[in-house]
T-cell receptor, first 113, second 114 residues
Framework: AQKITQTQPGMFVQEKEAVTLDCTYD???????LFWYKQPSSGEMIFLIY??????QNATEGRYSLNFQKARKSANLVISASQLGDSAMYFC??????????FGAGTRLFVKA | EAQVTQNPRYLITVTGKKLTVTCSQN?????MSWYRQDPGLGLRQIYY???????DKGDVPEGYKVSRKEKRNFPLILESPSPNQTSLYFC?????????????FGEGSRLTVL
């Protein structure tokens, strides 16, 4: 079955520290995309980062990086130098064949000053 | 400005009263999709469309209908809403398929069915 698991319902991080949000996935497809989205308290969904299943390098976008371990089926999001504005809900998602996108339950991140 | 526009943003209705949530995108995307977000469940896909006149069920299609008569529009129809359809709904579009394109989301429509 296609599934995304985010095991951390909530996390705290000190401002300026790095934080890792966990994501594991399950699919039998060989070609798929992995995504992270941010949902601030205002409610909109913001795309952060993408990793293709055949990409050998981990994706990076500014302070965001995706730690992709294909054999372990994990796609953890690393946020470096956390800022107060990073406080939000974060969703990991997978698109196994491009037609469906499956989301995890989300991790709520709280950044402490 | 590239955007996905949903209307209404907020709606309170009663059981059985048909309603339509509109979705329009101005990015010429072929792929469009509807999701519902419920606490603890993340986002679940209701329906998606690969192109005009091509739609298919997602994971939670019961109680919903869609149509794709024009490339830019993808309305979500609740023929007979029930309280378990109270949720936050998102429309999204994407340029690329095959698992490689990020989703562009509308601002969300919060629906309450009494």
């Amino acid at each position: 079955a296609q599934k995304i698991t985010q095991t951390q319902p909530g996390m705290f991080v000190q401002e300026k520290e790095a934080v890792t949000l966990d994501c594991t996935y399950d699919t039998s497809d060989q070609s798929y995309g992995l995504f992270w989205y941010k949902q601030p308290s205002s409610g909109e969904m913001i795309f952060l980062i993408y990793q293709g299943s055949y990409d050998e390098q981990n994706a990076t976008e500014g302070r965001y990086s995706l730690n992709f371990q294909k054999a372990r089926k994990s796609a953890n999001l690393v946020i470096s130098a956390s800022q107060l504005g990073d406080s939000a809900m974060y969703f990991c998602a997978m698109s196994p064949r491009g037609f469906k996108t499956i989301f995890g339950a989300g991790t709520r991140l709280f950044v402490k000053a | 400005e590239a955007q996905v526009t949903q209307n209404p943003r907020y709606l309170i209705t009663v059981t059985g009263k048909k309603l339509t949530v509109t979705c329009s995108q101005n990015m010429n995307h072929e792929y469009m999709s509807w999701y519902r977000q419920d606490p603890g469940l993340g986002l679940r896909q209701i329906y998606y469309s690969m192109n005009v006149e091509v739609t298919d069920k997602g994971d939670v299609p019961e109680g919903y209908k869609v149509s794709r008569k024009e490339k830019r529009n993808f309305p979500l129809i609740l023929e007979s809403p029930s309280p378990n359809q109270t949720s936050l709904y998102f429309c999204a579009s994407s340029l690329a398929t095959g698992g490689h394109g990020e989703l562009f989301f509308g601002e969300g429509s919060r629906l309450t069915v009494l």
